[in-house]
Nanobody, 121 residues
Framework: QVQLVESGGGLVQAGGSLRLSCAAS?????MGWFRQAPGKEREFVAA???????YYADSVKGRFTISRDNAKNTVYLQMNSLKPEDTAVYYC??????????????????WGQGTQVIVSS
């Protein structure tokens, strides 16, 4: 079992930035970020394959950047130009092998406990 630990959440004003980190206890294939806002379903945010290929939800393209350091089994989410609608609990996810459906939570084997991001207007 791989454990994931997120960090970096907090309270920020609209237009500000935060960087989330997720450290895995072992090697993973793909790593991704999902978020869940109050009253909404969990949604895909971004993912990065071990190779470095990245994918983004349309809602965050141009504002968020996902990256990973394979040597440290860590993935990052740099969030810029934050909007109130970005407010959510952000969850890190990782898979043991690549299924090909990186934007679905069913593709991931391991999940972190989440870190809260609040963007005030």
């Amino acid at each position: 079992q791989v454990q994931l630990v997120e960090s970096g959440g907090g309270l920020v004003q609209a237009g500000g930035s935060l960087r989330l980190s997720c450290a895995a206890s072992g090697r993973t294939s793909s790593m991704g970020w999902f978020r869940q806002a109050p009253g909404k379903e969990r949604e895909f945010v971004a993912a990065a394959r071990w190779s470095g290929s990245t994918y983004y939800a349309d809602s965050v393209k141009g504002r968020f950047t996902i990256s990973r350091d394979n040597a440290k089994n860590t993935v990052y989410l740099q969030m810029n130009s934050l909007k109130p609608e970005d407010t959510a609990v952000y969850y890190c996810a990782a898979d043991a092998y690549y299924r090909g459906n990186y934007d679905s939570d069913s593709a991931y084997d391991y999940w972190g406990q989440g870190t809260q991001v609040i963007v005030s207007s």
